[in-house]
């Protein structure tokens, strides 16, 4: 468990919730992709918190950034600083400028951590099991291919035509070619 804190921001406790809510129990990477395209101010200061508390947890703790998950985030109000702002016939209106407490707990998931482990172990498969693998007939590079096509029928994996004027000179210089052969063999 990991904490990092910020204290005394200029947000309003109710402007900070809104953004905290959408985190709360995300994993660290994915909970820092939202924030960065959340359209709100607060989410640039939830993220330099989330950011701090990573960066504890890996110095402090020797935690894996990637097997990080929020366990806890709250807002507390901190103090309220009154201003006063002048209205008509002399009278005063309050402004309440709040501020608020940011805390945010991460902690090592055991879930996200074999998770990684099955990732690693995918991405490193020898070429040969790759080979092993292929046991349908058409020609292709057999590094990294995805196989959502093997099933298909071979009848409409047909080998494409070349076109009547290409097909008709092709024809013609076969069979002088084996007219040709046929004659010497004859000789």
Not at 36 to 48: E, G
Not at 122 to 127: D, L, R, T
Not at 130 to 143: G, N, R, V
Not at 155 to 172: G, L, V
Request: glycine share 2%; aromatic share 4%.
């Amino acid at each position: 468990m990991v904490i990092a804190k910020s204290k005394y921001i200029r947000i309003s406790p109710r402007k900070l919730r809104r953004v905290v809510d959408v985190i709360r129990g995300m994993d660290v990477i994915t909970a820092s992709d939202k924030l960065k395209f959340m359209p709100y101010t607060a989410a640039d200061v939830v993220n330099k918190v989330l950011k701090s508390a990573v960066a504890n947890a890996k110095e402090n703790n020797k935690l894996n950034p990637t097997e990080l998950r929020i366990t806890k985030v709250y807002v507390d109000q901190a103090t309220t600083l009154r201003r006063w702002r002048a209205m008509s016939r002399g009278r005063g209106f309050p402004i309440l400028k709040r501020t608020s407490h940011l805390t945010i707990e991460v902690n090592h998931d055991e879930h996200l951590a074999t998770q990684q482990d099955l990732r690693s172990k995918k991405s490193f498969m020898p070429e040969k099991k790759l080979q092993d693998k292929h046991d349908h007939k058409h020609e292709h590079k057999h590094d990294e291919h995805d196989h959502k096509h093997e099933h298909k029928s071979e009848s409409k994996t047909q080998i494409k035509q070349p076109k009547a004027k290409e097909t008709k000179s092709k024809i013609k210089e076969t069979e002088k070619k084996t007219t040709k052969k046929k004659k010497e063999e004859e000789e």
